[in-house]
């Protein structure tokens, strides 16, 4: 190559580039921008106390899981292999397996404790999953995204507090009336608890905690000092589960 | 040539069998068939312009897919400056209120098979 064409086509190219910057101005996207709509809202971070001196007081009452049960179409499958779970109560000792000893209270011992998805501060069925269909929002709530799920269940075998369940069948024909509020899911898809994010962003509080007419559920932001849950937790022992996993879940119980 | 006859006449079969679903749709009316969904609204104006949601719909809904649930999002500025609620069932199928006559009609035409509905819920038409 000459000299001379080698200047003409670094001009040539150089002055190329220099128009992209303006190429905005020349076409026109196709529908208007999304990414200028987000709203930086500032970072909260959702968290919930079961309060167990409270919640199981009046007997096998399960006002919270059926409002869950409602309002997010979960299926009613008798067959607790195929069973869908968001929330749901189990026995303390199974609960918190490492606290239950031989002598301990008996009452205790048998109290059945509510459990859901603790959303995880270092959530491992995040990691796990190939596709991303699970991942952690900046508020904390751990998603799903079952448009995304292939229903591996990697999430499944991760999650230590088997907190997520498998869509082996259709669920719809297994949901008593559909709530048109909600989608429902479908088969071969992961699902879990997500902390009632469709209700968080209307600025309603998640609808086991206004099922709750005892108060054994607070629910709220940590980040923000004068919160509910903020006090409870500065001034109350307060346990997680499996604390030691280091997963650091954001739901507490006190005793 | 060895075998003409038997080419040609060989070729003349086979063009014949091949043409034979494009002549069969050419002479009963078939061909010129255009699906007819009923927009089911008398509103002038979708959440963007007309032609754009007749060819762009799925992209528009894809988008709208990924801000709700990826980024929490759950209004939707259009372009004539009016705010919309991403939903599609409140929103879409509140005006396209009948589900077989507007998304499906054109769908089955096109040989496509959104899988929307597998999970979201939309209003059954009394009577079907």
Redesign the interface.
């Known amino acids: 190559m000459k000299r001379r064409d080698f200047l003409k086509l670094a001009i040539l190219t150089l002055s190329g580039i220099s128009i992209k910057p303006f190429a905005h101005l020349f076409t026109k996207p ?3 921008d ?1 990414s200028i ?3 930086n809202k500032g970072l909260p971070r959702w968290a919930m106390v079961v309060n167990l001196s409270i919640c199981g007081k009046k007997d096998g009452c399960t006002d919270c899981i059926d409002a869950c049960n409602r309002i997010h179409n979960i299926p009613r499958i008798t067959n607790p292999k195929h069973a869908v779970k968001w929330i749901w109560n189990a026995p303390f000792d199974r609960v918190f397996r490492e606290q239950s000893f031989d002598n301990m209270n008996e009452g205790l011992r048998k109290k059945s404790v509510l459990v859901l998805c603790n959303h995880c501060e270092n959530p491992p069925c995040v990691s796990v999953c190939p596709t991303k269909a699970t991942w952690k ?1 900046e508020d904390g709530i751990v ?1 799903m ?3 995304r799920c292939i229903g591996c269940r990697y999430c499944i075998a991760a999650c230590p507090y088997g907190a997520r369940s498998f869509n082996w069948k259709d669920p719809r024909p297994y949901i008593k009336e ?3 509020g909600f ?4 088969q071969g898809v992961v699902e879990k608890c997500n902390f009632c ?1 469709e209700r968080i ?1 209307k600025n309603l509080l998640p609808a086991c905690v206004e099922a709750c007419r005892e108060g054994g559920l607070i629910f709220g932001d940590v980040n923000k000092e004068d919160s509910e849950v903020r006090k409870i937790l500065s001034t109350r022992l307060s346990i997680r589960r499996k604390p030691h996993l280091g997963t650091e879940p954001k739901v507490y119980y006190i005793l | 040539m060895y075998d003409r006859g038997k080419i040609i006449t060989g070729i003349i079969i086979f063009l014949v069998l091949l043409f034979i679903p494009f002549l069969y749709n050419f002479i009963t009316g078939k061909a010129t068939y255009v699906p007819e969904p009923v927009i089911g609204t008398s509103e002038k104006e979708c959440v ?1 312009s007309k032609v ?1 949601m007749r060819t ?1 719909h799925m ?2 809904l894809d ?1 709208w ?3 709700v ?11 004539n400056g009016k705010t919309y609620t991403i939903d599609i ?1 409140g929103t879409c199928m509140e005006c396209h209120t009948d589900k077989e006559k507007f998304c499906d009609r054109c769908h089955n035409y096109a040989g496509v098979e959104p ?1 929307c509905w ?4 939309y ?1 059954k038409v009394a009577g079907r």
């Open positions: 196709a529908f208007a999304i709509q987000r709203t929002r998603m995204d079952y448009h559909i709530d048109k989608p429902t899911r479908t994010e962003a | 963007e754009f762009d992209k528009l988008e897919k990924e801000t649930v990826r980024h929490g999002v759950r209004n939707y500025k259009a372009r069932t899988k597998n999970c979201h819920v209003k």
